[in-house]
């Protein structure tokens, strides 16, 4: 079961998480009477991640894991609401950068309800947050993913790395120290991993990943990849690499209908003085609209960064 494994390894940091384990199932407990509990039901290839009442099925591991931590993280509140005392709904809420909360969209449908529910009494609401994971960044990110630790034998593993590469997010700066970290840990590592340890043309590393990712016996690709390109355009933007026309220009190559992005390039090149509120209005409904795949590639993303260099004092 191999989300409950990797909980079980990030809980390491967190002595102070209390939780339980029963088949597939692995339930943190919350630290107060405020909290909720954060569940994770490992049917894999499918899991399903619970937030007391609130609950969302993923096809996708890391997405599964990246809204697990949420839970457990003080930038996510419940929003309970309850007619008389009978709890019927539970919203998902998520704090932006000038401390609202919102109905978190990225997550997946961010309110779960009951069809039966006492209407004739009194609503009132009640929230609850966890606090196990702190919102610093570094903090977040060292529970959700360890590159590490993965398994290099998995080829859904590998194409999210080949999605990485070919969107030129990392290079050879980052995966040449990872994989010599993987390769003297194990007996027998991958041929594919040996060859992208000393490969530095980004065509060739990209050739070397993929022919091991869809390999035979074929199987299908666990997550979106034309989502997952989009959200790699826009970690891009996100660093200050290229700015939001280039996105756009560069993510209605990945446009099926031909509008979706066509569009937005088309009324910002007409915005005049307006130009940056339509910006920022369009990139919002970007990060809403491709939230879990960004927050998934993101985590992997920063996974390669802690194997760059350190800038010298």
């Known amino acids: 079961m191999k989300a409950i494994r990797e909980i079980q390894t990030r809980l390491k940091n967190y002595p102070q998480a209390q939780f339980k384990i029963k088949d597939n199932t692995v339930t943190i407990l919350p630290l107060s009477e405020t909290g909720f509990e954060v569940t994770m039901i490992d049917n894999e290839p499918h899991y399903t991640v619970c937030f007391d ?65 006492p209407f004739w009494m009194k609503k009132r609401y009640v929230y609850r947050q966890n606090h196990l994971l702190k919102s610093e960044p ?7 993913l360890n590159l590490g630790e993965q398994d290099v034998f998995d080829r859904q593993f590998a194409r999210r790395i080949g999605v990485l590469i070919e969107s030129g997010l990392i290079w050879h700066e980052h995966y040449y120290p990872w994989a010599d970290e993987i390769i003297m840990k194990l007996e027998s590592p991958p041929y594919w991993l040996l060859e992208l340890s000393t490969e530095k043309d980004p065509d060739e590393a990209l050739k070397i990943v993929t022919e091991f990712a869809y390999s035979d016996p074929h199987e299908p690709t666990e997550f979106d990849r034309r989502d997952a390109e989009i959200a790699c355009i826009f970690l891009r933007h996100k660093r200050a690499e290229i700015n939001w026309m280039s996105f756009l220009v560069q993510a209605d190559k990945f446009d099926e209908d031909g509008n979706e992005f066509y569009l937005p390039i088309a009324e910002l090149e007409n915005a005049g003085p307006d130009a940056l509120a339509i910006e920022q209005k369009q990139r919002a409904k970007v990060e809403v609209d491709y939230g879990v795949a960004i927050a998934t590639f993101e985590s992997l993303y920063q996974g390669f960064l802690e194997y760059l260099p350190k800038p010298k004092p």
Not at 138 to 144: A, G, I, L, M, V
């Open 53 to 117: 009442g609130w609950h969302e099925e993923y096809d996708d591991f890391e997405a599964a894991l990246n809204s697990f931590a949420f839970g457990l993280s003080d930038d996510c509140r419940l929003k309970i609401s309850y007619r008389g005392r009978f709890p019927y709904a539970w919203t998902v809420e998520e704090k932006d950068c000038d401390g609202n909360w919102w109905d978190c969209q990225w997550i997946g449908c961010s309110t779960t309800g009951l069809f039966i529910a």
């Open 138 to 144: 570094s903090t977040f990110e060292s529970f959700r």
